[in-house]
């Protein structure tokens, strides 16, 4: 009867770092890619790139987005510390993003649902720590339409090895799935810039669903690309429709395909079984 609320809590408590890889990651990233162009260049940096503080995943401890005060540790409870402030600064009192305990939550719901459909066990964990990965990815892009090599790369390379460690006869499939995926979305990137002169999305989205396909094997590709492009076709109409100064904006393709992702880990095998029956009807 503990294991459930003991998942959920490491659920919430993990949803809790990956808060500050996504708070933190993108302007660590920045800084580095623009030292390493001033250095490329042999120019001086940015006097205001040069003040802003050096991060890391680590350190500063954990402190409100706003003021800058630290964030007491009764505070820093996920989940509860933002109840308990009613989402707001002890400091301050400025309100605090939602994204937190929405992404603590998701944790949380991320690690019930793998230890229910995988079970307690090392392949559930890594499957865990993909769909975490997942989660930062998705609101990382978001944010920024960005799709950080340092999370995508190392993703798919852990799909490969947990193909090699729990499914060695998925292996050859999972090198067919990464490497299919990168080259399906690279086909229509430049076909889409060739017929409009306007790119369709990033390299990173090559990458990610590369490591879709590294995770879930070649075969999970056209309903990677089924679920991924029906829901931003779904999410991009309301959205222009609702709010009109979108139209024509750029939207993110990452948080979609995370979330075809998620679908295919955790419901996988049931899904393409079904996927496959109705084309052979």
Not at 239 to 255: C, D, E, I, T, W
């Amino acid at each position: 009867m503990l294991l459930w609320p003991l998942v959920a809590v490491l659920g919430l408590c993990l949803g809790s770092f990956v808060n500050v890889v996504i708070a933190r990651l993108p302007p660590m990233l920045m800084r580095q890619w623009h030292e390493e162009a001033c250095a490329a260049l042999d120019r001086d940096p940015d006097p205001e790139v040069a003040k802003l503080p050096h991060l890391n995943l680590w350190r500063p401890g954990s402190h409100c987005p706003r003021c800058g005060t630290a964030i007491a540790w009764h505070d820093n409870i996920p989940l509860l510390g933002y109840l308990k402030r009613r989402g707001r600064c002890a400091h301050c009192r400025l309100p605090i993003s939602l994204r937190y305990p929405l992404v603590e939550l998701a944790g949380g719901a991320l690690a019930v649902a793998v230890a229910a459909i995988h079970g307690v066990d090392p392949a559930g964990l890594a499957l865990l720590g993909a769909c975490l990965t997942l989660l930062a990815l998705a609101v990382i892009d978001l944010r920024t339409q960005l799709l950080p090599d340092v999370l995508t790369l190392p993703l798919l390379w852990a799909g490969l090895l947990y193909q090699l460690l729990f499914q060695p006869l998925m292996l050859g499939d999972a090198v067919l799935g990464a490497m299919f995926g990168y080259g399906v979305l690279w086909l229509f990137y430049w076909g889409f810039k060739l017929i409009t002169g306007k790119e369709g999305m990033g390299y990173g989205d090559f990458k990610l669903l590369a490591a879709l396909g590294a995770w879930l094997g070649w075969q999970a590709l056209p309903l990677l690309l089924i679920l991924s492009a029906g829901a931003g076709a779904v999410v991009g109409i309301l959205a222009q429709l609702a709010v009109p100064r979108l139209r024509g904006q750029p939207m993110p393709f990452g948080p979609f395909l995370a979330l075809a992702g998620w679908i295919a880990l955790l419901f996988g095998a049931p899904l393409l079984a079904a996927y496959q029956a109705l084309l052979l009807t």
